[in-house]
T-cell receptor, first 110, second 114 residues
């Protein structure tokens, strides 16, 4: 079983739509959680951290469900510029290493 | 702006060549990592380092080695390049336990072995 799993998609949504991605993790002792955005042929860039209480940054909301061991990313009012691959990253309590999901591809259609 | 710099964006090497990929960070980060990224497989950890002259194997270290002689520089070495090492290589750095900031990635090196 993989440490971190994501639905690869692709998700094709119209502009203005709301879309949500989930990411499940296997280690219940996981401590830190992040969402990254990766544009085609570019490096991943940090989008937002995920806190136990959930957090919001403009149109983006990230949430953590420890009981079910998943994190989520919600994008409201999708823009064409949101088209990218979204990666989740999970840090287990025992070390500095992050485990990444394989990414979820999003295309926002005009 | 903080940066992780990888020496080359694109490289083409021949089978059997020894290949050096360089990564330099200017953030005084203790942790540095080398990943490769392949379609459908995501990011896979090759090696990482928590301190100067320290290294640990990741999930796929075979065929690779690393060097960290200075805190800011972490080099990945392909001892004898093979075609199955054609990939996107990403270097990253972080504070210990990421301290809420996660990784900062370099812009990547797309290596083709022919």
């Amino acid at each position: 079983r993989k440490e971190v799993e994501q639905d690869p998609g692709p998700f094709n949504v119209p502009e203005g739509a709301t879309v949500a991605f989930n990411c499940t993790y296997s280690n219940s002792a996981s401590q830190s959680f992040f969402w990254y955005r990766q544009d085609c042929r570019k490096e991943p860039k940090l989008l937002m951290s995920v806190y136990s209480s959930g957090n919001e940054d403009g149109r983006f909301t990230a949430q953590l469900n420890r009981a079910s061991q998943y994190i989520s990313l919600l994008i409201r009012d999708s823009k064409l510029s949101d088209s990218a691959t979204y990666l989740c990253a999970v840090n287990f309590a025992t070390g500095n290493q992050f485990y990444f999901g394989t990414g979820t591809s999003l295309t926002v259609i005009p | 702006d903080v940066k992780v710099t990888q020496s080359s964006r694109y490289l083409v090497k021949r089978t059997g060549e020894k290949v050096f990929l360089e990564c330099v960070q200017d953030m005084d980060h203790e942790n540095m990592f080398w990943y490769r990224q392949d379609p459908g497989l995501g990011l896979r950890l090759i090696y990482f380092s928590y301190d100067v002259k320290m290294k640990e194997k990741g999930d796929i270290p075979e065929g690779y080695s690393v060097s960290r002689e200075k805190k800011e520089r972490f080099s990945l070495i392909l001892e004898s390049a093979s075609t199955n090492q054609t990939s996107m290589y990403l270097c990253a750095s972080s504070l210990p336990h990421a301290r809420g900031k996660g990784y900062t990635f370099g812009s990547g090196t797309r290596l083709t072995v022919v």
